[in-house]
């Protein structure tokens, strides 16, 4: 069901309806009401879903895997690539978050906050990022990135560019 949701946030955003999700994942509507009682719900979910995703590839391909003093670059390039695939289901994330919020928070948000950390403190022992950078101020860049995609308002890979530069060690 939370495939089929996904692909159906992807093409028309927070216009989906529970019975839609129902017909593309071939189950009963009452199937979808008892987990998911809610649009809102549901939306939660997807969102759970893909942080989740993002959590894990910051973990391996950034954490453990990137290149001495490339792990933040290489995170914040595949948020924005992930939030430039999947704008629909940013789009209705973005409209649940007006009303209940759909941010990650939690235990969720703490998983995510020592991934990063552990990016930051390993670019930074490899002498590619500024001393002072924090969880925090990665957050604000992935705010910027997310802003941009959404209001489709300039190129975000050369926003991360810009900004990047100034999260270098100098």
């Known amino acids: 069901m939370l495939e089929a949701a996904r692909n159906l946030f992807a093409e028309r ?3 989906v309806q529970l019975p839609e999700v129902a017909r593309a994942a071939g189950v009963g509507i009452g199937t979808v009401y008892r987990h998911f009682p809610t649009q809102a719900a549901l939306i939660e979910a997807a969102a759970a879903q893909r942080f989740a995703e993002i959590e ?3 973990r391996t391909e950034c954490l453990r895997r990137a290149e001495p003093g490339q792990g933040l670059l290489r995170y914040l390039t595949h948020v924005g690539e992930t939030l430039a695939a999947d704008s629909g289901l940013s789009a209705a994330i973005e409209a649940a978050r007006d009303s209940r919020g759909s941010e990650p928070r939690g235990e969720a948000l703490d998983r995510l906050a020592v991934v990063i950390g552990g990016i930051i403190e390993s670019d930074c022992t490899a002498g590619a990022l500024r001393a002072d950078l924090t969880v925090a101020d990665v957050y604000m860049v992935v705010g910027a990135l997310s802003a941009t995609i959404r209001a489709d308002s300039g190129d975000w890979r050369r926003l991360l560019a810009l900004l990047f ?5 100098s």
């Open 165 to 169: 530069e100034g999260l270098r060690s």
């Open 13 to 15: 955003g927070s216009r």
């Open 56 to 58: 894990e590839y910051a």
